[in-house]
């Protein structure tokens, strides 16, 4: 089992940005898909940007062209860049992996189901 932990989350206005980091015990850009969902009070977590083993990325519609989902210079981190923050971006942001892309054979890598581990969390709040 991957463990990982989230940091980065914070208050900001809205226009504003965050960089959110995923630091795992194990990850390698090359073997592992990994991800970034959000959720919203009473709203379902949903994927927010994927990146797979050969580094090709998904966004979210909502996300497109403001946010930006890359393996970190520090080993085994992943980061998420987010620019031009709404107030709708207001969540609590986990990271997720699928080591070796075993799920991401047989699952959409924008699914909850696509992803084995996860981390506790950061709260990220955009604010008018």
């Known amino acids: 089992q991957v463990k990982l932990v989230e940091s980065g989350g914070g208050s900001v206005q809205a226009g504003g940005s965050l960089r959110l980091s995923c630091v795992a015990s194990e990850y390698t850009p090359s073997t592992d898909c990994m991800a970034w969902f959000r959720q919203a009070p009473k709203k379902e977590r949903e994927a927010v940007a994927s990146?797979?083993?050969?580094?090709?990325?998904n966004y979210a519609e909502s996300v497109k062209g403001r946010f930006t989902v890359s393996p970190g210079n520090a080993k085994n981190t992943l980061y998420l860049q987010m620019n031009r923050l709404k107030v709708e971006d207001t969540a609590i942001y986990y990271c997720?992996?699928?080591?070796?892309?075993?799920?991401?054979?047989?699952?959409?890598?924008?699914?909850?189901?696509?992803?084995?581990?996860w981390g506790q969390g950061t709260q990220v709040t955009v604010s008018s």
């Open positions: 990146i797979d083993k050969e580094g090709y990325t």
């Open positions: 997720a992996a699928d080591p070796g892309c075993v799920l991401a054979a047989v699952v959409d890598r924008m699914h909850v189901m696509g992803y084995s581990d």
